[in-house]
């Protein structure tokens, strides 16, 4: 049994939750354990992954948020550089699933964040433990 930190990006409060509860289903039917922490927002999640790694209270990491694009550059800003982050983090073989949806709308949102539709959050979780896996194959 493995531990599992979800780091959430709180904005959308309605579609975290469906993107936890997928997350947190898989992560229970596999037989892990899971606690969740809320930063401000997706920038912010590689940096609290990259802490609570350093902890070594961890053995893998799901980051669930929702960035929809708006009016201004700022959606790619946030998409591009917490995805560049995640992909560093696992670069250093650090086991993540990446569950921030980038969206042009919140229909989109929805579709990908209901566990009965794409069920990203769980996709993420599985994602996570599946390169943990890797990881511990190759330690």
């Not at 469906?18 to 920038?43: F, N, Q």
């Not at 609570?52 to 959606?75: C, L």
């Not at 569950?99 to 994602?127: C, F, H, P, S, Y």
């Amino acid at each position: 049994m493995a531990k599992f930190l979800i780091v959430e990006a709180r904005f959308y409060e309605h579609l975290n939750d469906m993107l936890i509860e997928g997350a947190s289903a898989a992560l229970d039917e596999a037989g892990h354990k899971y606690e969740v922490l809320t930063v401000p927002g997706a920038l912010e999640i590689p940096g609290a992954i990259a802490m609570a790694a350093e902890s070594g209270r961890y053995d893998g990491f799901i980051a669930i948020g929702v960035v929809i694009r708006g009016e201004t550059y700022h959606f790619e800003v946030v998409s591009n550089e917490s995805a560049r982050g995640l992909m560093a983090l696992s670069m250093d073989s650090i086991p993540i699933g990446n569950g921030i949806l980038t969206v042009e709308n919140e229909a989109q949102a929805l579709a990908r964040a209901r566990m009965t539709e794409k069920d990203k959050g769980g996709e993420a979780a599985k994602a996570a433990i599946a390169m943990l896996d890797i990881r511990q194959r190759f330690a």
